[in-house]
């Protein structure tokens, strides 16, 4: 079980495993995946596998296909050159996002992720609203948080002090570390942060140099890099899909592309978990119901008013909220109209 240990395969999954169903099949793990297709790793290299049509079939949603960090049943054919994927390990975590746009669906981004990597640049990257919408989903998904600030090299020592001490205001209990990618002292303090065996999720916005810095933690030039705009300091999507590799230290990293957009569907626990100071108050609100928003006795605009939540996380908390209750109410009414044709289909083909 070594090989499958180093693609981190431990005592939880070990636990997990179904007998029944894993007589005659190897577990594997995404890797990668494209679109449709997928590459799977049992620790001997990697193979091409493609979904089983039952597995097609009872699909419903794409919560249900596998992602890159999924651990996956597997029958091997053809010399182990080619799998067949037939049913997904219990998922210890889940990343996911709302679908880019109007379209009301999740996006996975990566499975069984102990540590959530945010990433921002110390430039005009730098965005407290945006990193508490990843903390949201992050926290939603019970997976720890780790704050990397790139480009360390724009700043003095202590303007990036300042920058952190503000991302302690909104996360006390934050992870933060900054770095440089044309350091490469940086870059093995960067590695050190990594445990053997752990996964870890590359997440931030085009620009921030994730791809960069996934190249000087493999020392090597596998993945593109695109030029950042003057103007604005963006670059554009270095990573078209979604890949796990594991560094020289033993830690697995999942890259994944940069998003311009940063959708929740469903979040309380999400919340909950990085507007503490809120979530605290709305114990103590005058109705179960309150929205935070115009109510007498509602305990959190009186925080509001007082000074003990700052505006602007209460303006941030207030957007994501009505956000995700909209995205929930349409998400719940989407796969009710799916089930209602899924029933409909199923009794016409009999």
């Not at 890159?68 to 996911?96: C, N």
Request: proline share 2%; net charge neutral.
């Amino acid at each position: 079980m070594q090989l499958l240990d180093n693609l981190g395969f431990d005592e939880w999954f070990a636990g997990n495993i179904d007998s029944v169903k894993y007589a005659g099949l190897i577990p594997a793990r995404i890797i990668s995946v494209n679109k449709n297709s997928y590459m799977v790793s049992s620790g001997n290299g990697d193979v091409y596998a493609e979904l089983t049509g039952r597995f097609l079939f009872n699909s419903e949603s794409s919560v249900d296909f596998p992602t890159v960090g999924d651990w996956v049943y597997t029958q091997m054919f053809d010399d182990e050159t080619l799998a067949v994927i037939h049913e997904i390990f219990p998922r210890k975590s889940l990343l996911k996002r709302k679908t880019s746009r109007k379209k009301i669906e999740h996006q996975l981004i990566a499975a069984n992720v102990d540590y959530a990597i945010i990433m921002q640049a110390l430039d005009s990257n730098f965005n407290l609203r945006r990193l508490e919408r990843y903390l949201v989903m992050i926290n939603e998904s019970n997976i720890a948080p780790v704050i990397l600030l790139s480009k360390s090299d724009l700043l003095s020592a202590d303007e990036i002090a300042a920058k952190k001490e503000e991302i302690k205001k909104i996360y006390p209990e934050a992870e933060i570390y900054s770095f440089s990618n044309n350091y490469q002292s940086d870059i093995e303090g960067v590695k050190v942060i990594l445990k053997p065996a752990r996964t870890y999720c590359l997440l931030g916005s085009s620009g921030v140099g994730k791809t960069t810095l996934l190249n000087n933690l493999i020392h090597q030039d596998l993945y593109k890099t695109q030029p950042i705009r003057e103007k604005d300091g963006r670059g554009k999507h270095t990573t078209t899909r979604r890949e796990l590799i594991v560094i020289d230290n033993g830690a697995i990293i999942i890259d994944s592309p940069g998003m311009r957009e940063l959708g929740v569907i469903s979040a309380d626990s999400g919340l909950s978990g990085t507007f503490d100071e809120i979530a605290e108050l709305a114990e103590f609100c005058k109705y179960e119901d309150c929205t935070h928003t115009i109510e007498k006795g509602c305990k959190v605009l009186e925080g509001v008013d007082n000074g003990t939540v700052s505006r602007d996380r209460y303006d941030n908390y207030i957007k994501i909220l009505k956000e995700t209750r909209y995205n929930e109410m349409s998400y719940y009414e989407k796969k009710q109209k799916d089930k209602k044709f899924g029933k409909f289909m199923h009794n016409y083909q009999k």
